[in-house]
């Protein structure tokens, strides 16, 4: 199925939600407007309100389509069922990186895909407080901030800084492998800073597909690597159980994947 979008219109639907919903309340957000959610984790009125001004004009730009947001699918039994249809489906995380926000902190970001038939047609990472949108369209590349951008060789793994999960962080010796590791507790940021060559690799556990459906399409026409450490494809709606790898090329994903290999073994089932 040929799906056809105004890309630049999307970019536009993007800044304006960060615009008029989500940086009005950056540090701003009163107790009663912020709560967990009953499966868990923070949600504010912010992650709410920006998916419902998200999903009318998403849907309204692109007639027929379906949305699987992150905060309705909390709500459903079958969130994912979506994805199977052969409508196009927007997969959107109107606030990734809640905490961050909540807390004050720059990190956190806009996620919109769009998907048909599993297969991740084009995607949008915004973070607002940064002032970064990195968009990518199937079969036609990847821009950052309006510059279209290819990954390059960044050298050894000494010179290497990566973002992993605080267990693989801490494995003994995992530190000394590499020039430097962290984690910013948003997947979007996780995806830009590897764009803009701040980091050269980045491992996720976690695989919700409003985390990762627009990322892993911005790496991979950006030149990257993507892949689950299974040796899969990464698809919308799968948990592979060692997560998905991105990494600027393959020499560099295959040491990183040797790398934390050993790790999974000291994990909880």
């Known amino acids: 199925m040929t799906v056809s979008v105004d890309i630049s219109r999307v970019s536009d639907l993007v800044r304006e ?13 009163t107790v009663d407007e912020q709560w ?3 499966v868990g984790g923070l949600v ?21 389509s379906l949305v699987l947001g992150e905060e309705d699918a909390s709500t459903k039994e079958n969130p994912y069922a979506c994805l199977e249809e052969q409508d196009p489906v927007w997969i959107i995380d109107p606030l990734d990186g809640t905490n961050n926000f909540a807390k004050g902190n720059d990190d956190f ?32 590349g990847a821009w950052l901030d309006k510059e279209q951008f290819q990954f390059s060789n960044r050298g050894t793994a000494d010179q290497m800084r990566g973002s992993l999960g605080r267990r693989f962080r801490n494995y003994i010796g995992m530190e000394d492998r590499f020039a430097a590791l962290s984690n910013a507790s948003c997947c979007g940021m996780e995806y830009l800073n590897l764009s803009c060559g701040k980091l050269d690799f980045a491992h996720f556990r976690r695989l919700k597909p409003w985390d990762h459906a627009a990322g892993d399409l911005l790496i991979r026409e950006a030149g990257g690597v993507s892949a689950c450490i ?40």
């Open 230 to 269: 299974d040796g899969s494809r990464y698809v919308p709606g799968a948990s592979p159980a060692k997560g998905l790898l991105l990494a600027y090329d393959q020499q560099c994903w295959d040491m990183v994947s040797s790398a934390i290999e050993p790790v999974f073994a000291t994990l909880p089932n």
């Open 109 to 140: 970001a806009v996620i919109v895909a769009l998907s048909c038939a599993k297969q991740i047609r084009a995607g949008w990472i915004y973070a607002p407080a940064h002032q970064m949108l990195a968009v990518a369209e199937e079969g036609s």
């Open 17 to 29: 939600v960060s615009g008029t919903v989500i940086l009005p309340r950056f540090r701003s957000l």
């Open 44 to 64: 504010t009125v912010v992650d709410i309100e920006s998916e419902r001004f998200l999903s009318q004009r998403l849907q309204d730009l692109l007639p027929n």
């Open 36 to 38: 967990q959610k009953d």
